[in-house]
């Protein structure tokens, strides 16, 4: 065994977790992160094939990478989708319709089941070939 968690009435109450020699460790909560339908290569084709390069920046040869912030909602849904490094030209509008626009994800839990709200950060690289 390599951790005990104890609840009431369903709630979370306390727990421990062991070394798989039987020693104790410090307990920590049971996280999954959020994820892709299909996994991180769906998501890349996701991209590849839905991204639109704006007309603006193909003609100004704007190159670079746009940061995103979102949101990944317990129903795995997208929200607050925010601009944290754009390069200008539309492609700061289109890197949010783009995330705007995904499908739900799987939500990141807590404790094995719990679904939570999960912060996310997402670099979306705009080249010119």
Do not use: H
């Amino acid at each position: 065994m390599k951790r005990i968690e104890r609840y009431e009435k369903g709630t979370f109450v306390s727990g421990e977790c062991f070394q798989e020699d039987g020693s104790p460790r410090p307990f920590t909560r049971f996280q999954q992160a959020p994820q892709y339908p299909g996994g991180e290569q769906a998501l890349f084709n996701y991209i590849s094939t839905n991204l639109q390069y704006p007309p603006k920046a193909r003609k100004r040869n704007i190159q670079g990478r746009v940061v995103l912030t979102f949101v990944l909602n317990k129903d795995g849904s997208v929200s607050d989708v925010q601009v944290v490094k754009g390069i200008g030209g539309g492609c700061d509008e289109e890197a949010v319709r783009l995330v705007s626009e995904m499908p739900r994800w799987q939500p990141g839990l807590i404790d094995d089941d719990r679904p939570v709200k999960v912060g996310y950060t997402l670099p979306l690289r705009f080249r010119l070939d």
